[in-house]
């Protein structure tokens, strides 16, 4: 793909401030549009060193309002960002609808310096790259623009603006070692680059390949594209309609499974037993407590359930005697104001706890395909491509390391009905039913449906769901505890045949 570019191309001095005060002009007018759409930007910027880069944002942001967007240097992953799955970071800076993102450098420096400098093993390539496409896919279809440029120079170019930066001691301190890297394996460069070109320019994220030889050009260049990638999007957004709602599916048809319907509610404990089960359990979560933390193992616990299901008893049982400090509960209620300027999924990737500790989720990310589909918060389109969104994400979590236990907690109707009456007489329990519950209940078979096709289509082999039988919360709590301990050792075992 480089190989097509003219490096000769430029453009004299008067014909580029000429252009370039009609594009900042533009791009003025267009920051706005943005803003009053609730239209988020994406802007990548990549390229060899010394391409111009920083000083095409400086050019760029000149005209702006700087309270409608961010810079973001992309550096080496610091200690605590080197913890999580290389795309937290980004998922962190990611510009909330209405404002512009500018990433001088970006996700893609996993694929181009890191693979240079050896950093990155050739076989995970593949499944970055991979994860890259998904992630700029998802923000796309959430309604962001997403621009991305590589600026390219002749060899003979970067050594020479290597070496005129070298000599100046205003921007001595910004030339690397890398960046020597860069020129003497140019080739090296050149093939890395082709390969992440044609791997990640896709329809809803398509590289723009700048001519950078003559900076006036690659500036023009990079502008024109960014106007009309900001235009083609707010002309998209102004004309996108919300897609008609299909009737809903109060029952399965009959090629689904109905996993809840297998599930053996009769199950339980006598007290006796369970207390000694219990304690064992509790014990050997313990235990496993350090060693999730020595072999630096994330952990990462979902609670789902009826209303009334005993979500809430079986945490607490779980976090009982485990140390404090490595460990967090997050409950997960209705998005905020915040939140909402955002892809439903960053609230999530914000809270995933560091290698070596244990993260728990009460209620979570599934709220895409289950209230927010029944209640109608999120449209039919939005909540049938979460489900690939979602086995997306969690396959990010587990090629990073992290151990990933879904829990359904299920309980019939009558159970829950008596939990409800149950707790209505209880003034110590009584603020746990609300109106909300009953008119849930209600909603019975429409969850019902929402809940087997959940499970049905997020459910795989490195995330599994576990449907817990919790008519007997005794049954329920200890069957919970002693599921993540068989996660969390077969995840011991797994690292400890690869280091054999």
Same mark, same amino acid.
């Given at each position: 793909?480089?190989?097509?570019?003219?490096?000769?191309?430029?453009?004299?001095?008067?014909?580029?401030?000429?252009?370039?005060?009609?594009?900042?002009?533009?791009?003025?007018?267009?920051?706005?549009?943005?803003?009053?759409?609730?239209?988020?930007?994406?802007?990548?910027?990549?390229?060899?060193?010394?391409?111009?880069?920083?000083?095409?944002?400086?050019?760029?942001?000149?005209?702006?309002?700087?309270?409608?967007?961010?810079?973001?240097?992309?550096?080496?992953?610091?200690?605590?960002?080197?913890?999580?799955?290389?795309?937290?970071?980004?998922?962190?800076?990611?510009?909330?609808?209405?404002?512009?993102?500018?990433?001088?450098?970006?996700?893609?420096?996993?694929?181009?310096?890191?693979?240079?400098?050896?950093?990155?093993?050739?076989?995970?390539?593949?499944?970055?790259?991979?994860?890259?496409?998904?992630?700029?896919?998802?923000?796309?279809?959430?309604?962001?623009?997403?621009?991305?440029?590589?600026?390219?120079?002749?060899?003979?170019?970067?050594?020479?603006?290597?070496?005129?930066?070298?000599?100046?001691?205003?921007?001595?301190?910004?030339?690397?070692?890398?960046?020597?890297?860069?020129?003497?394996?140019?080739?090296?460069?050149?093939?890395?680059?082709?390969?992440?070109?044609?791997?990640?320019?896709?329809?809803?994220?398509?590289?723009?390949?700048?001519?950078?030889?003559?900076?006036?050009?690659?500036?023009?260049?990079?502008?024109?594209?960014?106007?009309?990638?900001?235009?083609?999007?707010?002309?998209?957004?102004?004309?996108?309609?919300?897609?008609?709602?299909?009737?809903?599916?109060?029952?399965?048809?009959?090629?689904?499974?109905?996993?809840? &319907?297998?599930?053996? @509610?009769?199950?339980? *404990?006598?007290?006796?037993? #369970? %207390?000694?089960?219990?304690? +064992? $359990?509790?014990? !050997?979560?313990?235990?496993?407590?350090?060693?999730?933390?020595?072999?630096?193992?994330?952990?990462?616990?979902?609670?789902?359930?009826?209303?009334?299901?005993?979500?809430?008893? &079986?945490?607490?049982? @779980?976090?009982?005697? *485990?140390?404090?400090?490595? #460990? %967090?509960?997050?409950?997960? +209620? $209705?998005?905020? !104001?915040?939140?909402?300027?955002?892809?439903?999924?960053?609230?999530?990737?914000?809270?995933?706890?560091?290698?070596?500790?244990?993260?728990?989720?009460?209620?979570?990310?599934?709220?895409?395909?289950?209230?927010?589909?029944?209640?109608?918060?999120?449209?039919?389109?939005?909540?049938?491509? +979460?489900?690939?969104?979602?086995?997306?994400?969690?396959?990010?979590?587990?090629?990073?390391?992290?151990?990933?236990?879904?829990?359904?907690?299920?309980?019939?109707?009558?159970?829950?009905?008596?939990?409800?009456?149950?707790?209505?007489?209880?003034?110590?329990?009584?603020?746990?039913?609300?109106?909300?519950?009953?008119?849930?209940?209600?909603?019975?078979?429409?969850?019902?449906?929402?809940?087997?096709?959940?499970?049905?289509?997020?459910?795989?082999?490195?995330?599994?769901?576990?449907?817990?039988?919790?008519?007997?919360?005794?049954?329920?709590?200890?069957?919970?505890?002693?599921?993540?301990?068989?996660?969390?050792?077969?995840?011991?075992?797994?690292?400890?045949?690869?280091?054999?």
């Amino acid at each position: 793909m480089l190989e097509v570019l003219d490096l000769d191309r430029s453009l004299d001095k008067d014909t580029y401030k000429q252009e370039l005060e009609a594009l900042m002009q533009q791009l003025r007018s267009l920051q706005q549009a943005c803003w009053e759409s609730q239209l988020p930007v994406i802007i990548v910027l990549e390229g060899w060193a010394a391409a111009g880069k920083g000083a095409l944002v400086k050019k760029m942001v000149n005209y702006m309002d700087p309270r409608g967007f961010s810079v973001y240097t992309t550096l080496p992953p610091t200690e605590t960002e080197a913890q999580y799955p290389f795309l937290w970071r980004f998922w962190q800076q990611l510009p909330p609808k209405g404002a512009i993102g500018i990433f001088y450098h970006s996700w893609y420096t996993h694929v181009l310096e890191d693979r240079l400098l050896a950093q990155v093993s050739p076989e995970r390539v593949p499944q970055i790259m991979a994860q890259i496409n998904a992630f700029e896919r998802q923000l796309y279809e959430d309604g962001a623009a997403i621009a991305k440029f590589h600026i390219h120079l002749s060899r003979k170019e970067l050594k020479k603006r290597l070496k005129t930066a070298a000599k100046d001691e205003l921007t001595a301190w910004r030339v690397r070692p890398e960046d020597w890297q860069q020129h003497k394996r140019y080739d090296e460069y050149v093939q890395l680059t082709e390969e992440m070109l044609v791997q990640t320019s896709t329809g809803v994220a398509p590289w723009t390949l700048v001519e950078g030889d003559c900076e006036h050009w690659a500036r023009v260049k990079v502008l024109s594209q960014l106007v009309a990638v900001i235009t083609e999007a707010l002309d998209r957004r102004a004309t996108l309609q919300t897609p008609p709602a299909s009737p809903p599916q109060t029952e399965l048809l009959p090629t689904e499974p109905n996993t809840l &319907a297998a599930v053996d @509610l009769s199950l339980q *404990l006598q007290r006796d037993e #369970y %207390k000694e089960r219990l304690r +064992a $359990a509790q014990l !050997e979560l313990r235990r496993l407590q350090l060693q999730i933390y020595q072999h630096q193992i994330p952990v990462v616990l979902v609670f789902e359930g009826w209303d009334a299901a005993g979500k809430g008893g &079986a945490i607490k049982r @779980l976090t009982d005697i *485990l140390d404090p400090r490595s #460990y %967090k509960v997050n409950p997960y +209620a $209705a998005p905020t !104001e915040e939140e909402n300027r955002y892809h439903y999924l960053w609230r999530f990737w914000r809270t995933l706890p560091p290698a070596g500790k244990i993260g728990i989720c009460d209620r979570s990310w599934y709220g895409r395909v289950l209230v927010e589909r029944v209640e109608g918060f999120a449209n039919d389109i939005e909540w049938r491509r +979460a489900y690939r969104e979602i086995n997306e994400f969690e396959a990010q979590l587990t090629t990073s390391g992290y151990v990933v236990l879904k829990f359904w907690l299920h309980i019939d109707p009558n159970e829950q009905l008596r939990r409800f009456e149950q707790r209505d007489d209880d003034p110590f329990k009584q603020y746990k039913l609300t109106e909300e519950d009953w008119r849930n209940r209600d909603r019975w078979p429409l969850y019902n449906v929402a809940v087997n096709q959940m499970i049905t289509r997020t459910s795989t082999p490195t995330a599994p769901w576990v449907v817990v039988p919790g008519n007997d919360k005794y049954y329920a709590r200890v069957f919970v505890i002693e599921t993540v301990i068989q996660g969390i050792c077969s995840e011991l075992k797994r690292r400890e045949k690869l280091q054999n």
